[in-house]
């Protein structure tokens, strides 16, 4: 390694390995792109992040949100229905000389210094030939720009028809099984649909170490509502101020966002639909949490041809950090009634729901009436089957022949008088209506969301460093000590230390070296909070907690030190 000073990001990785927080994947065989573990500390952290999104988006929210959990391994038909194997692609380019393939838009991004999101493939292809891009590695000439599929191809069983994907989100699960949990929830809307699961995605080129990974945990709430009475969100519960990059302001070139309040937001149709906005307001507090600055996120909308192909509006939500600047860390789409229609076509069951009115509305109708006596005197032994074409005739078809003065109408092959079709107005009692519900759809990847949290919580102080981990998101919440490796100062700490785990909090014990050294130790792995037992301890049966971040400490009874620690945590934010 050269001389130079490692940026922040280098510093993060590698704290990371040296700590046990995440690493590459298969180290030992030299590693994949795109695939990496997490440590013993990163596991608990992601852990960490995830139960304090279920607070955010499932617990918070138990009157209208529950949580399902569906397979990994997907069926070829929900992605033909999702649009998944049509649309999930990336554009992709190979190195006529050495073979190396490349995300097309990436490498002419790099080359060129210009975005071009959105550009056909044959538009891609000509920026590559106009302006002689070569093979970043042996200088070779470059293909035409081709789509690829970013889905991960497996069978189901021993036969090859028998075709199934790795789910790239968990949001088709929870299409699937919309009808069987709106029942189980006595059919009321608004209603969420949240999981937590793995997801894989054949990634071309993933870089940026755990900000693109090819396999992930992803967090995600899909919530339907009646699109005609959606209900009213509580924003009492989350609302505030949101910052938000418009599509507007991104066309007219600007690219600092602007403050909204969340109501005017939608009031103003800044955020075309309600709970879409309301479901940002969350996901700001929820990242806030994380230990992120309000002024390092906001929300850009995207542009359409940025946008997903389910998507009628998308916001997602960056945040900046050290070396990649500003990241997607959510992304809220508003997907209409597209997964759900698309389903109902592709399976032939009925996605709809169906809306009691307060009281039946009478409405009056048009109907086709038929004169059975004369289809059956024309058709005889047919005539079971003419009928049953005719109920399929929609009045529109027989206003028209009988306004052109036909005679006679072909229906299925047959030709009936039209002195035996009648159309009739009746009136009709409704007692509701069916709809497909729309949805909104907040959603998160866990292990970039580590990655965030390392970043904004590491600092440098006094040439050590301390990882400012919010108390309830660290992954070890108290380390234990005896101010020195003597009897009885050890057996009183380690008793302090199984009492700690016993009533649920992550903590370690440490007698090696001297105190500043173990501070150290913990600080640089976000231990938020360090218990001492010294010799006062023996005289009067207090201890010592030391706050991680101010270094102040107080001395608290044995009896009370756990419960202490708890309520510090609770109060931390």
């Known amino acids: 390694m050269s001389n130079r000073e490692l940026d922040k990001y280098e510093k993060i990785v590698e704290l990371a390995k040296r700590r046990g927080f995440f690493w590459p994947s298969f180290e030992i065989y030299g590693g994949v792109a795109g695939f990496y573990d997490l440590g013993p500390l990163g596991t608990l952290l992601k852990n960490n992040i995830v139960q304090l999104w279920r607070e955010y988006f499932v617990i918070r929210h138990m009157d209208m949100v529950v949580e399902i959990e569906t397979p990994v391994i997907t069926p070829k038909v929900v992605f033909e229905a999702s649009g998944h194997l049509q649309h999930f692609t990336d554009p992709i380019v190979e190195c006529l000389s050495c073979k190396r393939k490349y995300r097309a838009d990436q490498l002419i991004e790099e080359a060129l210094k ?9 538009e891609l292809t000509k920026l590559i030939r106009d302006n002689n891009i070569k093979c970043p590695i042996c200088g070779g000439d470059l293909g035409d720009v081709r789509v690829f599929n970013l889905l991960f191809q497996t069978f189901i069983g021993p036969y090859t ?33 949240a999981q937590v699961g793995r997801v894989a995605r054949n990634e071309i080129s993933p870089r940026q170490g755990m900000v693109r990974l090819r396999e992930f945990t992803i967090m995600e709430v899909e919530f339907f509502f009646d699109p005609e009475d959606p209900g009213e969100p509580p924003f009492s519960r989350f609302g505030g101020k949101l910052r938000i990059l418009t ?19 939608v009031k103003e149709g800044v955020v075309k639909n309600a709970w879409l906005a309301y479901w940002m307001a969350v996901a ?93 005197k024309l058709f005889r032994g047919k005539s079971g089957e003419v009928l049953k074409s005719l109920r399929k005739l929609s009045v529109d078809v027989v206003r028209r022949a009988l306004a052109e003065g036909k005679s006679h109408i072909e229906v299925n092959g047959f030709r009936v008088p039209l002195s035996a079709v009648e159309v009739r107005v009746v009136e009709e009692k409704i007692a509701g209506k069916k709809f497909i519900p729309h949805v909104v759809e907040p959603s998160f990847g866990a292990e970039r969301l ?10 440098e102080e006094e040439g050590r460093v301390v990882l400012k981990i919010p108390p309830k998101i660290a ?74 971040d101010t270094r102040a400490q107080v001395r608290v009874g044995l009896d009370e030190v756990i419960s202490k620690v708890k309520s510090l945590i609770s109060l931390t934010k």
Request: hydrophobic share 40%; no cysteine.
């Open 114 to 122: 210009i975005k071009v999101e959105g550009k056909s493939v044959e």
């Open 284 to 376: 700001k507090e929820f990242v806030k949490e994380l230990g992120v600055p309000e002024d390092s996120m906001f929300f850009e909308e995207k542009l359409p041809h940025e946008r997903a192909h389910y998507a009628t509006q998308t916001f997602d939500q960056l945040v900046r950090i050290s070396r990649w600047g500003w990241i997607e860390v959510s992304g809220h789409a508003y997907r209409g009634d597209y997964d759900l229609s698309g389903h109902m076509k592709y399976s032939g069951q009925d996605l709809t729901v169906f809306k009691k009115f307060d009281k039946p509305v009478i409405k009056k109708v048009e109907e086709i009436f038929v004169n059975k006596v004369i289809i059956g």
């Open 161 to 193: 028809q028998n075709t199934a994907f790795l789910r790239p989100e968990a949001a088709q699960g929870m299409f699937t099984s919309f009808k069987r949990v709106h029942t189980v929830m006595r059919e009321k809307l608004p209603l969420g649909i």
């Open 247 to 265: 599509a507007d302001a991104k066309i007219r070139g600007e690219e600092k966002p602007d403050v909204f309040d969340v109501e005017e937001a």
């Open 475 to 548: 992954p070890i919440k108290l380390a234990v000590f005896p101010l020195v490796t003597k009897e009885p100062l050890i057996s009183i700490a380690k008793e302090i230390f199984h009492n700690a785990l016993v009533q649920g909090l992550t903590a370690v014990y440490d007698d090696s070296g001297s105190i500043g050294r173990r501070y150290a130790r913990a600080d640089e792995i976000g231990i938020p909070y360090a218990v001492t037992v010294d010799y006062q301890t023996l005289e009067d049966r207090t201890v010592t907690i030391r706050e991680r």
């Open 450 to 459: 580590v990655l965030v949290v390392l970043d904004h919580a590491y600092t």
